[in-house]
């Protein structure tokens, strides 16, 4: 390839672009970098993360994690990130001090750049869990076997139920999903909770077409809210074993 050297560090045995080796302008280039001090708002009942304006991973720790933390790496174009070691210091609770190793590649070269940084950890109850508090429902879909079928363990019952659900939920428009609240297990099925009363109507029809079940709607009287009757309404979905 000629006489190309490393403008430099001037060396010469080693690619370059525009007259710079990797190493060099690994030095001088921000390969990885966290930007600002940012910021983790988690549900302290649940564990649910903000993102934007949804919460979702119900159930996870309420410790940071890769998960949490991976996203607010900023990445050189030409970098591959190979591995991460994290590791978390600090007295504040809502205060943690972070530090990376990022094992990355770059221009086929193997490097570790070591990051510190803080993340400020905000507490804010989740919607879900301001709901489930506050027994907010305007809807209750009970999914249950069907009257005429031989019994089953409560347990296998409820599995079963819950599989057949999940596999309605993929046609089930987005708002519908979101008008899930909460669900409760019983020995005869799930009492499935719902704040939003024609997203309710609009899943139990779509569970009876496609798992071949039967609805009953009823309502009962709630309350009475700015001079009218308030309903809420049951809607029992009996469902048959798969054929
Ligand atoms: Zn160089
Ligand atoms: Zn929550």
Redesign the pocket.
């Known amino acids: 390839m000629g006489t190309e050297f ?6 010469s045995d ?1 690619p ?1 672009v525009e007259g ?6 690994a030095k001088r280039t921000t390969l990885v970098h966290v930007e600002g001090r940012p910021v983790v708002t988690i549900c302290p009942t649940c564990g649910a993360r903000k993102t934007g304006q949804v919460w979702d991973r119900r159930g996870a720790s309420t410790l940071l994690s890769p998960e949490d933390l991976t996203p607010f790496l900023t990445v050189h174009p030409e970098v591959g990130i190979r591995k991460i070691h994290w590791s978390e210091g600090g007295q504040n609770p809502l205060m943690r001090d972070l530090e990376a190793d990022v094992e990355l590649v770059f221009r086929d070269e193997r490097r570790t750049e070591h990051l510190r940084f803080e993340v400020k950890i905000e507490h804010r109850t989740c919607t879900e869990c301001s709901r489930r508090s506050g027994h907010f429902y305007t809807a209750v879909i009970q999914l249950r076997a069907k009257l005429d079928d031989p019994p089953e363990k409560a347990r296998e019952l409820r599995e079963r139920l819950e599989k057949q659900w999940e596999r309605i939920m993929p046609e089930a428009r987005k708002n519908w999903k979101e008008a899930l609240s909460w669900k409760e297990e019983l020995p005869e099925g799930w009492d499935i909770y719902v704040t939003d009363t024609l997203a309710a109507r609009s899943i139990a029809r779509l569970g009876k077409s496609r798992l071949g079940g039967t609805l009953k709607e009823s309502a009962t009287l709630w309350g009475r809210k700015n001079g009218q009757d308030v309903y809420r309404v049951t809607l029992c979905l009996r469902v048959p074993h798969d054929a």
Do not use: N
């Open positions: 490393c403008v430099v560090c001037g060396r080693v370059t710079v080796c990797a190493t060099c302008f």
